[in-house]
T-cell receptor
Framework: GAVVSQHPSRVICKSGTSVKIECRSL??????MFWYRQFPKKSLMLMAT?????????EQGVEKDKFLINHASLTLSTLTVTSAHPEDSSFYIC????????????FGPGTRLTVT | SQQGEEDPQALSIQEGENATMNCSYK?????LQWYRQNSGRGLVHLILIRSNEREKHSGRLRVTLDTSKKSSSLLITASRAADTASYFC???????????FGAGTILRVKS
């Protein structure tokens, strides 16, 4: 089956620093990847849609300069949380949609970010 | 925005019992999907039901969709302790392949 990986699985960083999270589709090409944020015991909130070779589309209320997304290849999208603050602490999950198959999304295992 | 509302928010049952979770949504959809999430993990896709389907089965899972009421239900039969997880519905909400997730139901199956 289609596998999506995320790296790192957990990261702790200090306030003011930046942290990069990678999302990779391991056995398929993904034109589109999605980034979600999840607070404890809450649902997933879509942050942005990442399209290979073009700028990401951000959801309302998500700061594009705060959450930088780069989708440089058909198998890799990165989310960089810039100048992180404690309120950015969260579980970040990516998903990837196989090129040409709109109904399917495969989710990564998530990255737990803690900002101290 | 989150358009799916799930009920109940939490459900605790004994092993062997059936678990029913409901999901309501607000806009027209092309399909509705159910996902499972173990604590602190990613999502696992369970089942997709299209807007022109009323019922779908997969193993111990049964999903129904009522587009007139804008609601769906997920039934897990003969539950097992390993079914303990959070369950989310997600709709495409007409946005192509963007998904809008419901609030989720936390299911606990006691052995």
């Amino acid at each position: 089956g289609a596998v999506v990986s995320q790296h790192p699985s957990r990261v702790i960083c200090k306030s003011g620093t930046s942290v990069k999270i990678e999302c990779r589709s391991l056995d398929f090409q993904a034109t589109t990847m999605f980034w979600y944020r999840q607070f404890p015991k809450k649902s997933l909130m879509l942050m942005a849609t990442s399209n290979e070779g073009s700028k990401a589309t951000y959801e309302q209320g998500v700061e594009k300069d705060k959450f930088l997304i780069n989708h440089a290849s058909l198998t890799l999208s990165t989310l960089t949380v810039t100048s992180a603050h404690p309120e950015d602490s969260s579980f970040y999950i990516c998903s990837a949609s196989p090129s040409g198959i709109l109904d399917e999304q495969y989710f990564g295992p998530g990255t737990r970010l803690t900002v101290t | 925005s989150q358009q799916g509302e799930e009920d109940p928010q939490a459900l605790s049952i004994q092993e062997g019992e059936n678990a029913t979770m409901n999901c309501s949504y607000k806009t027209s959809i092309n399909n509705l999907q159910w996902y499972r999430q173990n604590s602190g993990r990613g999502l696992v896709h369970l089942i997709l039901i299209r807007s022109n389907e009323r019922e779908k089965h997969s193993g111990r899972l049964r999903v129904t969709l009522d587009t007139s009421k804008k609601s769906s239900s997920l039934l897990i039969t003969a539950s097992r302790a390993a079914d303990t997880a959070s369950y989310f519905c997600a709709t495409d909400a007409g946005y192509g392949n963007k998904l809008v997730f419901g609030a989720g139901t936390i299911l606990r199956v006691k052995s």
